[in-house]
């Protein structure tokens, strides 16, 4: 099972960028989906997650009005599109699954991708 993260780069304080993570060696399309982001010396933070049907979102109060997390169950891929980016966005961001409900506690996703890299400049 390998999830895998895409879509980071280097933008500008104002700018956008979408990531997009697949999942393949299985199906997760009966399962909650997550984003979460570390910063240099941070803790891994909550970012956004997604119900498996799409129908039902939830965002830490940081990125919310800013991003939007959506996913593809056909393309077993869920995304990340970011907005109004901010320097204190730059962070290695990671998407995970969960068995259980869509959470903001990092030890309640089991599969984790490798992370892609933000970094927002001012």
């Known amino acids: 099972v390998q999830l895998q993260a895409s879509g980071g780069g280097l933008v500008q304080a104002g700018g956008s960028l979408i990531l997009s993570c697949t999942a393949s060696?299985?199906?997760?399309?009966?399962?909650?989906m997550g984003w979460f982001r570390q910063a240099p010396g941070k803790e891994r933070e909550f970012v956004a997650a997604?119900?498996?049907?799409?129908?039902?979102?939830w965002y830490a109060d940081s990125v919310k009005g800013r991003f939007t997390i959506s996913r593809v169950n056909a393309k077993n891929a869920v995304y990340l599109q970011m907005n109004s980016l901010k320097p204190e966005d730059t962070a290695v961001y990671y998407c995970?699954?969960?068995?259980?409900?869509?959470?903001?506690?990092?030890?309640?996703?089991?599969?984790w991708g490798q992370g892609t890299q933000v970094t927002v400049s001012s």
């Open positions: 997604v119900s498996w049907s799409g129908g039902i979102t």
């Open positions: 995970a699954v969960t068995p259980g409900r869509g959470s903001s506690y990092s030890y309640e996703y089991n599969y």
């Open positions: 060696g299985r199906t997760f399309s009966t399962y909650d």
